[in-house]
T-cell receptor
Framework: DAGVIQSPRHEVTEMGQEVTLRCKPISGHDYLFWYRQTMMRGLELLIYFNNNVPIDDSGMPEDRFSAKMPNASFSTLKIQPSEPRDSAVYFC????????????FGSGTQLSVL | GEDVEQSLFLSVREGDSSVINCTYTDSSSTYLYWYKQEPGAGLQLLTYIFSNMDMKQDQRLTVLLNKKDKHLSLRIADTQTGDSAIYFCAGDTGRRALTFGSGTRLQVQP
């Protein structure tokens, strides 16, 4: 398996623009997580899904952020409109409910909002 | 919610042992974890310990868990330059999503 795949690796955009981050979890994994990493706040959980259903979105900063998982092999995190304070590395991770101790991370998307 | 704290930086010489420490507030985690992050990469699971264990050894890695003091440590024996990275401890606090510490940057001097 290729692991968790995220795209794009880098995204530079201007304030006010819509940003869409994409994630393909490991095949067979039924949990998918979105984390955000910044110097100031470290790694923060934004939202996670189980069997494509959002379970906990309490970490989503505000209404500008939304996440979807239309099927078991794809998820998106959208920011609309983007702001400079959204600049961070966004990680997607997946795990299997049968083997929960192993969380696999993608390489992340480095987002810069100018 | 869970609070997980780590020291920010550790510098050691190649061949020495490294000890990275972590304290946490919530004792409900079933497992406690150590992850490694190399520059420009995602986090990679290094090792984990079940909450009813005191110690786990995995090759050069030794995890110690002191439940009374809510203290977790990771010892790396014979530290190599390839071990230079950021190390995160994490707990599951009884749910599927992990809560991570702020990370400890390990610098290994040749």
């Amino acid at each position: 398996d290729a692991g968790v795949i995220q795209s794009p690796r880098h995204e530079v955009t201007e304030m006010g623009q819509e940003v869409t981050l994409r994630c393909k979890p490991i095949s067979g994994h039924d949990y998918l997580f979105w984390y955000r990493q910044t110097m100031m706040r470290g790694l923060e959980l934004l939202i996670y899904f189980n069997n494509n259903v959002p379970i906990d979105d309490s970490g989503m900063p505000e209404d500008r952020f939304s996440a979807k998982m239309p099927n078991a092999s794809f998820s998106t995190l959208k920011i609309q409109p983007s702001e400079p304070r959204d600049s961070a590395v966004y990680f997607c991770a997946s795990s299997s409910g049968r083997d929960n101790e192993k969380l696999f991370f993608g390489s992340g998307t480095q987002l810069s909002v100018l | 919610g869970e609070d997980v704290e780590q020291s920010l930086f550790l510098s050691v010489r190649e061949g020495d042992s490294s000890v990275i420490n972590c304290t946490y507030t919530d004792s409900s985690s079933t497992y406690l974890y150590w992850y490694k992050q190399e520059p420009g990469a995602g986090l990679q699971l290094l090792t984990y310990i079940f909450s009813n264990m005191d110690m786990k050894q995995d090759q050069r890695l030794t995890v110690l868990l002191n439940k009374k003091d809510k203290h977790l440590s990771l010892r790396i024996a014979d530290t190599q330059t390839g071990d230079s990275a950021i190390y995160f401890c994490a707990g599951d606090t009884g749910r599927r999503a992990l809560t991570f510490g702020s990370g400890t940057r390990l610098q290994v001097q040749p």
